[in-house]
């Protein structure tokens, strides 16, 4: 099995524990573990450089917010908990969000690149939780929101 394979059967398989344990969620969301070179491009290289991609952007971070992502709506109120494999921010998604709920997953080392999508209008709160993936910059995170 590859790295990229092994990483997915891992996230995956944390995410179905989670499935198991809270089998009420209304809903799990599972950002890609990594976005491959293949779907990177570098455009405007300046003239006498070659650009390369020489390897995937991993997830670094994954957290709702209020509103699509480029309206920067992060949500700054949550519980961020150590726990025995790693850590766990919580958030609660209770109240009025006009624009909208949005999951938005964070890549590459510095969490610069994003894929986002909108939650259901009915989704209470979201469970993060972090362990280290095996590459740098790596993070295994799985979601969970009800």
């Known amino acids: 099995m590859d790295t990229m394979s092994y990483a997915y059967a891992r996230l995956v398989s944390i995410a179905l524990l989670d ?22 491009q570098m455009v405007n290289v300046p003239q006498g450089w070659n650009a390369n991609i020489l390897g995937p952007l991993y997830l670094f971070s994954a957290a709702p917010s209020d509103g699509p992502p480029n309206e920067h709506g992060e949500l700054v109120n949550h519980k961020h ?8 921010d919580q958030y609660d998604l209770e109240g009025n969000f006009p624009r909208g709920k949005w999951l938005v997953c964070r890549y590459g080392d510095t969490g610069r690149i994003t894929l986002s999508k909108r939650l259901d209008d009915e989704i209470k709160r979201c469970s993060v939780r972090y362990q280290q993936g095996a590459y740098v910059g790596e993070a295994l995170i799985s979601i969970r929101c009800e």
Do not use: V
């Open 19 to 40: 499935l198991a344990a809270g089998a009420h969620a209304q809903q799990i969301s599972i950002c890609p573990s990594a976005i491959a070179p293949t779907n990177l």
């Open 81 to 88: 908990e150590k726990i025995k494999s790693g850590w766990r």
